[in-house]
């Protein structure tokens, strides 16, 4: 089965359960990533990242917001590190700034950079909470995408001795190694949909990006487990789509989606290869010969845990030539939906039935259990864990200072309900971790939208912890989901 379904949604069924006991020793987490709430972008000698240039580009970030203080965290770290153990989480998981360790991306190491990591790492380690560190939450180094980013083979070869020397630096104390952060998104949006940083527009280049990050993926595992010198586990988050199909070729619009954005990252990581269909339906744009001897065999490595990021479904309908939306926009095909040049199938993503969170996202919690699901039958051998899921909603802070945010909070234990359904089912789901510790900087809708369960005020910079966090710390104490 893939992860994908031509059966309309009936909207969600319940999903409010509680009482609900989580296996023992399941991991219930927090997720934060560098560039989102680290701030401090000039000091100790960090170089810039696409984020610092993009974020400074007219018109690619709400507001004209950037990164340059999001929640101060290099300086409010040990504070942060307090509301953590006040939470009751059992692991954290952030992302080191590869611009920080090595500022132009290559050579020179910054030690003041590797300090700030030892320094959070240790102050976890001594209250009792497990470091998950990400390698590459998209902040590449500036000096990288100068000369070509993840379109070129050699951004991959610099992973690689980054990788070695964060492996050399933390790997005696760090629980988790996850080598990329949805890679879907460097790739797709940052080369080809040209949303993120470094926004460009190159169908080519984008494929490019998937498989040099696939490689870099690979040769960071194999970098780590040579260096570091405690017994880490190893792993990488992917956000999956789970696409419902529409229109008379609906099984056809999904099973694309499902190649294009899930099997491109499983097919070389899990199984050693490309799938077939993949290679097939990008014809008309590449050949694919980027992909060189070894290369499979290099990104295949043994994972100790699959990093599975969700919150919420696509639907997809496929029409042969424009889409009706397309004719009405003007044949603007941004957004709407995506076109290989050469190619007269159109893959459009429609509108999805509500309710919405403040992104705009639906709330779908069968979704994220059908997922799980779906994963383990496709991996049976391979151990989960969901590296985030959450919501941005408006919060209103009440009079008396608190932050009572139910929707969230609603969010969460649907989502819960889903999750602990699929561990029902047989699936190995092996922890949570809800996005976001902080509100922070969310990529192009700046500080518009607060996925938090920590309340940041960005004048005061003050943490509040919301309604959604003290009961996140009760499911986190006790492993019973809370009423
Ligand atoms: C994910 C990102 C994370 C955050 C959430 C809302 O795609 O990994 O940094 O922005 O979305």
Redesign the pocket.
């Known amino acids: 089965m893939s992860i994908t379904t031509t059966t309309a949604t009936q909207g969600s069924p319940d999903y409010r359960d509680a009482g609900l006991v989580f296996p023992p020793g399941f991991t219930f987490g927090s997720a934060t990533?560098a560039y989102?709430v680290e701030g401090a972008v000039h000091e100790d000698g960090r170089g810039p990242s696409i984020w610092d240039t993009f974020s400074r580009t007219p018109g690619k970030v709400w507001n004209g917001d950037t990164g340059d203080i999001a929640c101060d965290h290099y300086h409010r770290w040990e504070n942060d590190l307090e509301l953590m153990s006040e939470l009751g989480l059992g692991a954290y998981r952030f992302s080191i700034a590869w611009p920080r360790i090595m500022p132009t991306g290559n050579g020179q190491v910054n030690q003041k950079g590797i300090d700030f990591y030892a320094r959070l790492v240790d102050g976890l380690l001594e209250r009792g909470i497990r470091p998950v560190a990400t390698l590459y939450?998209w902040d590449l180094p500036q000096t990288l995408e100068d000369s070509g980013g993840w379109a070129v083979r050699s951004t991959a070869d610099a992973f690689e001795r980054y990788a070695e020397v964060m492996g050399a630096a933390l790997g005696d104390r760090v629980h988790t190694w996850t080598t990329l952060?949805?890679p879907w998104?460097s790739a797709y949006l940052g080369y080809g949909q040209g949303g993120h940083a470094p926004g460009r527009h190159e169908p080519v280049s984008a494929l490019a990006a998937v498989h040099h990050l696939n490689l870099a993926h690979g040769r960071a595992v194999q970098a780590l487990r040579s260096t570091s010198a405690g017994d880490p586990q190893y792993s990488v988050t992917l956000?999956f789509h789970v696409a419902r199909g529409r229109g008379n070729r609906a099984a056809e619009a999904a099973r694309r989606v499902d190649a294009l954005a899930n099997r491109a990252f499983t097919g070389p990581m899990l199984r050693g290869e490309y799938p077939a269909d993949l290679l097939a339906d990008t014809a008309p744009v590449t050949d694919w010969s980027f992909v060189k001897d070894g290369d499979l065999a290099a990104i295949h490595q043994p994972l100790d845990v699959l990093g599975v990021?969700y919150?919420s479904t696509v639907t997809v309908q496929m029409w042969d030539g424009v889409s009706p939306k397309q004719q009405n926009d003007g044949h603007k095909a941004a957004g709407g939906g995506t076109a290989w040049p050469g190619s007269h199938d159109v893959v459009e993503f429609l509108e999805q039935p509500g309710p919405y969170t403040a992104m705009g996202w639906n709330i779908a919690p069968e979704g994220l259990e059908e997922l799980l699901v779906s994963l383990h039958e496709q991996f049976p051998a391979q151990p989960l864990m969901v590296t985030?899921n959450?919501a941005a909603f408006d919060d209103v802070v009440a009079a008396d200072g608190s932050v009572p945010d139910p929707e969230r909070l609603d969010y969460l234990r649907r989502h819960f309900t889903a999750a602990h359904r699929a561990i029902q089912q047989g699936v190995d789901l092996r922890g949570y971790f809800v996005?976001?510790l902080l509100d922070n900087f969310?990529?192009g809708y700046g500080y518009a939208k607060r996925?938090g369960i920590v309340r940041v005020d960005f004048d005061t910079l003050e943490r509040t912890v919301k309604d959604s966090g003290r009961w996140y710390a009760r499911l986190a104490r006790t492993g019973v989901l809370p009423a």
Do not use: D, P, R
């Open positions: 990533a989102q939450h952060n949805e998104c956000n990021n919150y985030e959450g996005w976001s969310e990529w996925f």
